[in-house]
């Protein structure tokens, strides 16, 4: 929609093929529903930083043209009011994504963009280095559209339900691209342990986790945990998600959940051994309802192997310790990521170095261009990935009407 829309708007006549009957399907189900528009990091070096790669150095340049301030920009003289909630995240005043969404209807509408609503893209038909036509299926027809330049912003694979269902790893394959194997990224994790069932729905809004391998911890993280039926979820996790499923291909991983991560081991044994001093006649269930959520206090009491019914003086020695080690090192053993249906983003995708940065150009069909999550290109949560879905297809919009004067 940014690229058709810049387009336009840079005096192209341009036509968009979009395969669902309504445009942005996805977008309505980003923040929840409320749409983490972007990030307001406005020193482009930090926001490129923040994407945890080298190769995202490819995004300087289009994010100089259009980067956070200019998208904030964009949507605010466009009628949406926009604000600004904790840790950068950039909203709608309003809370509904269906706002961004109709700014960027209003830009298509403006720029006088031609949509064909159910029409799905088949295939390109080249001569030499050119693409001449795409091939698209509509109303059971099979169709071929012309056209001078062509642009493909078809996103990853996540949500496939969405639309994105990876067809332009293909197209760009058959053009003579190389694509990086598209993998789920922000993905919620699934551990081992059946029982975390029993966790479902519970969160923590301060715990550490430590990413083990091989007994080394790989990775530490601060900050909430939120557990489902087959294993943990959260904006935490779903940010260190695409170094879990890395670590994954190697071998085994655990992850210890620190559930008192203000306390040293020595510190949060002093804690125990006062507080059952103090609540001597109370039963351990109870005691440790008061420290924790009810379901995870049972679920610690049952991994420690006690009673829940004893009383606090008569827990021995023994159990007190293993009590304690739970509470540092609450292990789960990872089976996986959850896949591209529960994915937020793909990692992996159009090998960057076949694309000109600046132009978004391919460099090797001279009339292509791409945008979005399709490129090899991915984020953390906090409106990273739609930041890079906005400049990338400002800067492919723009070009392709450049190129054609
Ligand atoms: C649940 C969820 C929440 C998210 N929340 C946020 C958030 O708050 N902030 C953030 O920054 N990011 C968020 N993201 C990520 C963000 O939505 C994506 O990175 C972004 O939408 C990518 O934009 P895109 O235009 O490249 O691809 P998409 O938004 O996936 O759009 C691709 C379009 O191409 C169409 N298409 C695909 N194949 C064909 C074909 N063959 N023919 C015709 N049309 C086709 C699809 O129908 C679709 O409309 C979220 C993702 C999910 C799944």
Redesign the pocket.
């Known amino acids: 929609?940014?690229a058709a829309g810049r387009a336009g708007e840079s005096g192209a006549r341009v036509l968009l093929?979009?395969?669902?009957k309504s445009?942005?399907?996805?977008?309505l189900?980003?923040?929840?529903g409320?749409?983490?528009?972007?990030?307001a990091e406005f020193d482009d070096k930090e926001f490129v930083k923040k994407l945890n790669d080298k190769k995202a150095k490819f995004l300087f340049s289009s994010l100089a043209s259009f980067g956070p301030e200019e998208a904030i920009d964009f949507f605010e003289k466009r009628g949406l009011k926009i604000k600004i909630e904790k840790t950068s995240?950039v909203f709608p005043a309003t809370d509904k994504a269906e706002d961004v969404l109709g700014v960027l209807v209003g830009y298509l509408e403006k720029n006088k963009v031609e949509i064909i609503f159910g029409?799905?893209?088949?295939d390109f038909e080249t001569v030499g280095e050119k693409i001449k036509a795409v091939k698209?299926k509509h109303q059971e027809e099979v169709k071929k559209i012309s056209a001078k330049n062509f642009i493909i912003?078809?996103?990853?694979k996540?949500?496939p339900a969405?639309?994105?269902?990876?067809?332009?790893y293909s197209w760009a394959k058959s053009l003579g691209h190389t694509i990086v194997p598209p993998a789920p990224a922000?993905a919620p994790i699934k551990v081992k342990e059946g029982w975390i069932k029993d966790l479902q729905g519970l969160k923590l809004e301060d715990a550490r986790i430590s990413i083990v391998q091989n007994g080394k911890e790989m990775e530490m993280k601060r900050g909430e945990i939120l557990f489902t039926h087959f294993g943990l979820s959260g904006p935490m996790i779903l940010n260190i998600s695409k170094k879990i499923g890395e670590l994954v291909k190697n071998g085994e991983v655990g992850i210890e959940i620190d559930l008192f991560p203000n306390l040293d081991a020595t510190g949060l044994d002093g804690y125990i051994q006062r507080k059952f001093f103090e609540n001597s006649k109370k039963e351990i269930k109870t005691f440790l309802g008061q420290i924790f959520p009810q379901r995870l206090a049972d679920k610690i009491i049952f991994l420690a192997e006690i009673d829940p019914k004893k009383k606090l003086n008569y827990v021995t020695k023994d159990e007190r310790k293993r009590l304690a080690d739970l509470m540092k090192d609450f292990r789960l053993n990872v089976e996986g990521l959850m896949g591209f249906n529960q994915?937020?983003?793909t990692s992996g995708g159009v090998n960057l170095k076949e694309i000109d940065s600046k132009t978004m150009r391919s460099k090797k069909i001279n009339n292509l261009f791409f945008?979005?999550?399709?490129?090899d290109l991915?984020?953390p949560?906090?409106?990273?990935?739609?930041?890079?879905?906005w400049s990338?297809?400002y800067a492919a919009g723009e070009n392709t009407a450049k190129q054609l004067k």
Request: net charge neutral.
């Open positions: 929609m940014m093929l979009e395969k669902n445009l942005g399907k996805k977008l189900m980003t923040g929840n409320r749409c983490n528009l972007t990030q995240r029409s799905e893209v088949l698209i912003a078809t996103g990853g996540s949500y969405t639309g994105s269902s990876g067809d332009g922000l994915a937020m983003v945008a979005g999550e399709i490129l991915d984020g949560t906090g409106g990273y990935n739609l930041q890079i879905a990338t297809g």
